[in-house]
């Protein structure tokens, strides 16, 4: 059984990942990266070779909050704001 990736291993995944991009050969599946920071890693290949230091930053910082939870964090209250909007009987926006 494969278990979460450890810190360390996510590291390198992402470092691995965006040298991939940077040097134009796109994306491997089953990187452990999650969404924010795979789009964020999306944007860069998007616009390659045209890469700016801001989207590359932008790309850090989403897998910097990969890993200290903010991500999850942000995806959980966004779960909890729509399941509380159908108990209520209201349309989720």
Partial sequence: MRGRLTEEQLRGS???????????????????????????????????????????????RAFAEQLDGTNAARRRAERDRVLAELEDGSKPS
């Fill in 14 to 60: 992402f470092d691995f990942t965006l040298a991939r991009i940077l040097a134009g050969k796109g994306f491997l599946s089953g990187s452990g990266l999650d969404r924010e920071t795979m789009t964020a890693l999306e944007a860069i290949a998007r616009v390659r070779p045209n890469v700016t230091d801001e989207l590359v930053e932008a790309a850090r």
